[in-house]
C-alpha cells in the first residue's frame, strides 16, 4: 500500500455480524477469509449468508462467475469462498459510480479502488481475471470470444437503462441453469427512478418472461435461466 494509513471499518461494526448465521455460512468463515483485507465500505457482506443458501447447490462445480463492478473486491472475495471450485470475471473501469463523484470522501475511495481490490484479492489471482473497464464495451468482447457463465452478478452503475443493458448483456452469456443477481433493487438514494437500479431491473424482467424462475426477491433480486 505504499506505506499509506488505510483505515478499515472494524470487523464488530460490519452489518453481517448482527445477522443470524445459517447453514451454509458462519462468522468465523467470513471473517477468516476477510483477515488481513481492508475495506472502506461495506456494501457487500449483509447479503452473504443469502448467497452461500442460494448458491449451495453449486459449491462443489466449476462455477464461472462474471461480475459487473467490482470496487474493493468484497463481493468477489465473498463469490470465490461460498464457491470454492469457482473462477470469476471482475469488470470495472475502477472509476466510482456517478454519485460516488458527488462526495470527495467516495471520490477519493473510487481512485484508490483498484489499488485496493488488488491488495484485498492478493492470493487468488489464479482464479481470477480482472479486466478494467465498462461493461458497456467489455461485456460484448466475452461475448464475441465465445465465453459462457454460470453465475452474474450485477452491481455496476445505478443508472436505469445501464442496469438494463448489464442486465441483457449479461443474460445472453449465461447457461440455462444459470442465476443472475441484482444488486440495490431497491436502492433509496438520487432523485429520479432514471437514476436508480429498479426500473432497469423490472424493465427487464417484463422482457424475458417465461425464461427465468425467480429465486430471491428483496433488496436484491436473484433468478434462474430456465
Ligand atoms: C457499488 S460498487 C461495487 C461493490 C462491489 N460489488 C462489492 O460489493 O464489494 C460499484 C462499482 O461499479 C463500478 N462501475 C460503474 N459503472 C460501471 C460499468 N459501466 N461497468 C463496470 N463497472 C462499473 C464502479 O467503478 C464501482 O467500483
Known sequence: MGGETVSTIPHEDLAFLEKPENAYLTKAQILKWEEGRTFHTDWAAHHFFNWAELLHP????????????????RSALCFLNVLPHSTIVCIDPFAGNVEHHENPYFADLARKSEQQFDHNLAGYEARIEKIVGSSAEVLPRLGAAGR??????????????????????????????????????????????????KLGVDMFLAAIPGQYRELHRGYQIAIEKV
Do not use: N
Open 58 to 73: 453449486l459449491r462443489d462445480r466449476r462455477v464461472r462467475i462474471v461480475e459487473v463492478g467490482s470496487w474493493e473486491g
Open 148 to 197: 459462457r457463465f454460470d453465475v452474474a452478478y450485477i452491481d455496476g452503475s445505478h443508472i436505469a437503462a445501464d442496469v438494463y443493458r448489464d442486465a441483457v448483456m449479461a443474460w445472453s452469456l449465461l447457461d440455462r441453469g444459470g442465476i443472475a443477481i441484482f444488486d440495490d433493487y431497491e436502492w433509496p438514494l438520487m432523485d429520479t427512478e432514471e437514476e436508480r437500479p
